[in-house]
């Protein structure tokens, strides 16, 4: 059973849905998940399980195991937060200052209480530390206010800043502990601060995990906290072990039971036997970039033209391309979030249309240049998404030349801005849909790699973004998101082109293994038995 | 300094080249030369050949066109399935040939011109021009060839141009250094004196004793080399580097196979298209090489 085809059942379905359930039925007989090691596959990219400079997604699934954050998210939505260390939080009427109210039974692993102090240490040494995601908390200040009170204040209003503390970044830490092994809050404490790696050998936490032990190049174990504040996890030992790709498919589809994989592509989830289930959700756009100097490209400059090769899109196709959980984009921001196009607002191909525009601008015989990194991404090739898209191009007389370029040229030549239309992926930094007008309102950083500066944009682009900005709660944002996103869909020089999903397998005995977009692509200590 | 496999073929040959110029097409006619593999692989290139000529009749679909559906394994319709994008594969590995074929012989051709006039201006000059172009010759076979390729090609950018340019680049010290040690026997040979006395120009004596009578191991090695080119070439744009998509190239269409192994059928076929067609050529240059050479061919067999 699959819950991604769920609503695609067919007859066949329903056989297999039957037999999966009788096999649960005999699963559940024999054993008793309490006791029991859940096996994770996933190919490593982690370089440290310290809160305070984890970036990397293995160390990201690790840590939110193993701590808490003061707000989170349940599942696979990531348009809802839920309470976690914080059991309610609001934001101030001028928008600058959120306060958050601690829950008074959360221990740490010790027995300690989890107190505002911790929160504060953790989140100030995240913030002076410097690391990758430190930038995420640049501009925000914290403060506690007796034991139970978190202030977070900004000097703009920053209606994100509950979705930046879900991330597992922003995990709290025993500062007693910390502090014993040389851990420090202070502002040089990129150079000062002492601990090292010794957050690879033991947790901090309060998470209903503790770190029992950590290879960076074959596995990390995690064992139940026996101290967990929480409900305890339904499985008492993870196993996150280091499988490539390749061999994630085989060890999942041989698997007996209580395992899950993550690295899976959308086209390999695709031919999996239907025994075992896929989550996935669509949270990464595609998207051309055309750039809008006359002095780079004539071509690709003319409003017209934008909009004749936004009308050869075949979302359908492509999103087929992207396989199981993609979908075509109605807009720039991913299903995934809060603030996306409806899926009935997905646009159709109008490839008469589209020779319509270009007849009446004037535009024959068009020849384009399209530069893309020859890479892989998330199992699928680059190039044969772009060709798809050359492909639909050509039918509407729009000639496109297909530049593969390696990765770091092409990072170099896009921010060098003469390329006339490029292709890329794109995912948020954190799951907040108004984070994309940071770099794609005109005049912003994407924007101006792509000659989409202020002057030439158009007016209703710039009120559109404007009107984003304006809104100081989360609520309004995603509101003003969608306004937002019709308008970028009329002028602006980006055209989405589909999202792909991440993608999480598991045995048909586990429930809750959700991916979720929200940074730690899944919730250990949601997986259960059935 | 390394020994090269076209050292032995010009040392070994060079005395026999005398005059006479190339016996090849005059001795092929007796039977040591038709051995089976031979004739074989003789067959298998001649069949690529015709394939590579009338592509656009033989070829059951566009290579460049959607004509089914995704990924399809071997069927009726589709004898080698469907790739990602549901293009048919069979259709692209023979346009495919239409790449690596031609392309491959404009590199060893290229090689054999640019090697060619390096190696006699080399071997009959002599000296410093000796000096400094067997040095420059060490120099590019110092690295190891399919880097260094890469290393051009990823410089200027893929394209089927590059890509020719940079396997060109590698490999035109082979020939240089073939011609020149042929040269260096012919030109002490009596007739290449007796002409130079007779106050035969340079530039006559050259093109009229030298080239005809050095010519032939460059030549053996140039076939054995064609398998080379193809396999380099295909190299080059499994790395992303050759030929722009959608071209249809043996290469990049192993590369996109390779993502998920599972579709077997898009890989396996252009590779073995690359296998028959680069062992094809080997093993016709083996031919060739031992039969303007008995010694090695005896050692082989012994």
Known sequence: ?530 | MTILPSDRVAVSRASRFRRDRLRVGGSLGTGSFWRPLTVVSLGIIVLWCLLAAFAPWVAPYDPLETVGDNLQPPSGAHWMGTDDLGRDVLSRLIWGSRLSLPLAVAIVACSLLVGGIVGLAAGYFGKAVDNVAMRLADLVLAFPQIILAMAVAAAFGPSVGNAVLALVIVSWPLYARIIRSSVLSVREQEYVVAGRMLGLPTLRSIVKDVIPNSAGPALVMSTIELGNAILMLAALSFLGLGPRPPAAEWGAMIALGSQNLGNWWVSLFPGLAILTIVMAFNLLGDAIQDHLDPRSRNARTR
């Open chain 1, 1 to 530: 059973m699959r819950s991604l085809t769920a609503k695609l059942a067919v007859p066949a379905g329903a056989v297999a849905l039957t037999l999966a359930l009788a096999g649960c039925a005999g699963g559940n007989s024999t054993s008793n998940a309490g006791d029991q090691t859940l096996t994770v596959d996933t190919s490593f990219v982690v370089k440290t399980l310290d809160p305070g400079t984890v970036y990397e997604q293995t160390g990201n699934i690790a840590v939110h195991a193993l701590y808490d954050t003061l707000v989170t998210y349940e599942g696979s939505d990531v348009t809802t937060l839920q309470p976690e260390l914080a059991e309610s939080w609001e934001q101030s009427s001028d928008g600058t200052t959120w306060t958050f109210t601690l829950r008074d039974d959360a221990v740490f692993s010790d027995g300690a209480a989890v107190t505002a102090e911790d929160a504060v240490f953790s989140l100030n040494r995240l913030k002076n530390l410097q690391g990758s995601a430190s930038q995420t908390v640049q501009g925000l200040d914290f403060a506690a206010e007796g034991d139970d009170t978190v202030v977070v204040t900004s000097e703009t209003p920053n209606p994100d800043v509950p979705v930046i503390l879900a991330m597992p970044a922003a995990s709290v830490l025993n500062s007693a502990e910390a502090k014993k092994l040389g851990a420090t809050d202070a502002e040089d404490a990129a150079t000062s601060d002492q601990i090292g790696t010794q957050l690879d050998t033991a947790s901090l936490g309060s998470g209903p995990y503790v770190l029992k032990s950590y290879d960076p190049s074959t596995k990390i174990v995690l064992t139940a906290n026996p101290k967990y504040w929480g409900e305890q996890p339904a499985y008492s030992r993870v196993v996150i072990q280091n499988v490539d790709v390749q061999n994630q498919k085989l060890t999942i589809s041989k698997a007996k039971g209580d395992e899950i994989a993550l690295d899976l592509s959308g086209p390999q989830a695709a031919e999996l036997s239907d025994d075992l289930q896929v989550s996935g959700v669509a949270d990464t756009s595609y998207f051309l970039s055309l750039n809008q100097d006359p002095a780079v490209s004539a071509v690709t400059s003319n409003p017209a033209f934008v909009k004749a090769l936004r009308l050869t899109v075949d979302g359908e196709g492509l999103a087929k391309l992207f396989g199981e959980g993609a979908t075509p984009a109605a807009g720039l921001v991913p299903p995934a979030f809060a603030g996306a196009l409806d899926e009935s607002e997905n646009p159709v191909q109008d490839l008469d249309g589209a020779k319509k525009l270009l007849a009446d601008a004037g535009l024959s015989d068009v020849k384009v240049a399209l530069v893309y990194p020859a890479i892989t991404y998330r199992g699928v090739d680059l190039g044969t998404i772009v060709t798809k898209v050359q492909q639909d191009a050509k039918k509407a007389g729009i000639e496109i030349e297909l530049t593969p370029q390696p990765i770091n040229v092409f990072l170099q030549s896009q921010s060098e801005g003469k390329n006339e239309i490029n292709f890329s992926p794109n995912s948020l930094n954190y799951p907040a849909s108004s984070s994309l007008v940071n770099n794609m309102a005109p005049g912003a950083s994407t924007s101006l790699r792509t000659g989409w500066t202020l002057e030439r944009a158009d007016q209703s682009a710039i009120d559109a973004s404007n009107a984003v900005t304006a809104e100081l709660t989360p609520e309004g944002r995603n509101e003003a998101m969608i306004e937002w996103q019709h308008v970028m869909n009329e002028v602006s020089p980006y055209i989405a082109l589909a999202n792909n999903a991440g993608i999480v397998v598991a045995t048909s005995d586990l429930t809750g293994a959700d991916y979720t977009p929200a940074g730690w692509t899944v919730d250990l200590a949601a997986i259960a038995g059935k």
